[in-house]
């Protein structure tokens, strides 16, 4: 077999074209814009990159963001002041903290200080919570952007058995929640591997979906996968290539050659899953200014 390819350009194409829609008709019964507050801690060029994208997809859909950048050496307490100050703005829908952030701060803090009705990346454990037990939530964006990519595409989850490799809060964690709720795009069986599995081939082979958010180039090649397989893959690490005109390249966890043999549908690195996050972004924070999820 060799992989069909889930296009995450096309589909956060379409995705942001419906916000875009959306918004104008908020805009034109007379609420004012949705508003995205953008926090920034330090200068990572990649965070810098992803929020470049957020803040440039905000303007094609009409909602109003701002970036505020603030110095490294930021304490914890001077961060979540900044953020107390969002949340009591009235005219600020959504607060996203960019991660990660230096170490000398803990980012469940900062992430608990976000008002829940604001947190549009679905990571304070209200949301959390709630989600894991089907209410309506704020879900996490790049989960989010998985789950419309499967439904897009026809990929059934009923039943499967989906495997997740990486067990972050980001990404791992809620994408296995998501998938294997009874109430939602899932009712998958779900697996979770991470830096303590044991032969993680044993479950990534036995995979009809598989997901990995790890963050480490070439960790799955075609021998770890069965014939057929879904592979989502989240990984983006930019590895240094001087024949390029940025001197890097954008590479994912799967070794794209050998998986995508096997693969029937597997993600591109870059184009795959890393726009839809920034599409499901725009869709959580319209949500947020309509205060669809948290009426008040
Ligand atoms: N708070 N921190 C918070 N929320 C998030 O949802 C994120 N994430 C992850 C890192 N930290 C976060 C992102 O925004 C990863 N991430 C992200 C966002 C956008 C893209 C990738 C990761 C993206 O646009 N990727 C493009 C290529 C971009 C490039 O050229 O560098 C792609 O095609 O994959």
């Known amino acids: 077999m060799s992989a069909s390819i889930l296009d995450g350009v096309m589909l956060a194409g379409k995705v942001r074209e419906s916000v875009a829609?959306?918004?104008?008709?908020?805009?034109?019964?007379?609420?004012?814009?949705?508003?995205l507050q953008v926090i920034l801690v330090g200068e990572n060029p990649a965070s810098s990159a992803y929020v470049g994208a957020k803040t440039r997809a905000c303007e094609d859909v009409g909602i109003e963001s701002d970036t505020l950048i603030l110095p490294d050496t930021i304490s914890e307490i001077e961060l979540t002041e900044v953020i107390g100050d969002f949340n009591r703005d009235e005219a600020t829908d959504g607060i996203l903290v960019q991660?990660?952030?230096?170490?000398?701060?803990?980012?469940?803090?900062?992430?608990?200080?976000?008002d829940y009705r604001k947190d549009v990346d679905g990571f304070h454990p209200m949301n959390v919570g709630r989600m894991s037990v089907g209410q309506p939530c704020f879900r996490p964006c790049t989960p989010a952007g998985i789950i419309e990519m499967l439904r897009h595409y026809s990929i059934p989850t009923k039943g499967k058995h989906a495997v997740v490799v990486g067990a972050s809060n980001i990404v791992g964690s809620p994408a296995a929640i998501l998938l294997s709720?009874?109430?939602?795009?899932?009712?998958?069986?779900?697996?979770?591997?991470?830096?303590?599995?044991?032969?993680?081939?044993?479950?990534?082979?036995?995979?009809?979906?598989?997901?990995?958010?790890?963050?480490?180039p070439g960790l799955v090649t075609g021998q770890m996968v069965k014939e057929g397989v879904v592979v989502?893959?989240?990984?983006?690490?930019?590895?240094?290539?001087h024949?390029?005109?940025?001197?890097?390249?954008?590479?994912?966890?799967?070794?794209?050659?050998?998986?995508?043999?096997?693969?029937?549908?597997?993600?591109?690195?870059?184009?795959?899953?890393?726009?839809?996050?920034?599409?499901?972004?725009?869709?959580?924070?319209?949500?947020?200014?309509?205060?669809?999820?948290?009426?008040?």
């Open 21 to 35: 829609a959306d918004v104008k008709s908020w805009v034109e019964r007379g609420y004012r814009a949705p508003k």
């Open 99 to 114: 991660l990660p952030i230096p170490a000398h701060i803990t980012p469940l803090s900062v992430i608990e200080a976000i």
């Open 181 to 216: 709720r009874e109430n939602t795009t899932g009712k998958a069986t779900t697996t979770i591997c991470h830096k303590f599995t044991k032969d993680l081939t044993k479950h990534t082979i036995s995979a009809d979906i598989l997901i990995v958010a790890v963050g480490q």
């Open 243 to 296: 024949t390029t005109e940025r001197g890097y390249r954008l590479t994912g966890d799967c070794d794209f050659d050998s998986v995508s043999e096997k693969a029937s549908w597997i993600t591109p690195v870059p184009g795959g899953v890393g726009p839809m996050t920034v599409a499901m972004l725009m869709k959580n924070t319209l949500l947020a200014a309509k205060k669809s999820i948290y009426p008040r």
């Open 232 to 241: 989502i893959d989240v990984g983006i690490t930019r590895v240094a290539d």
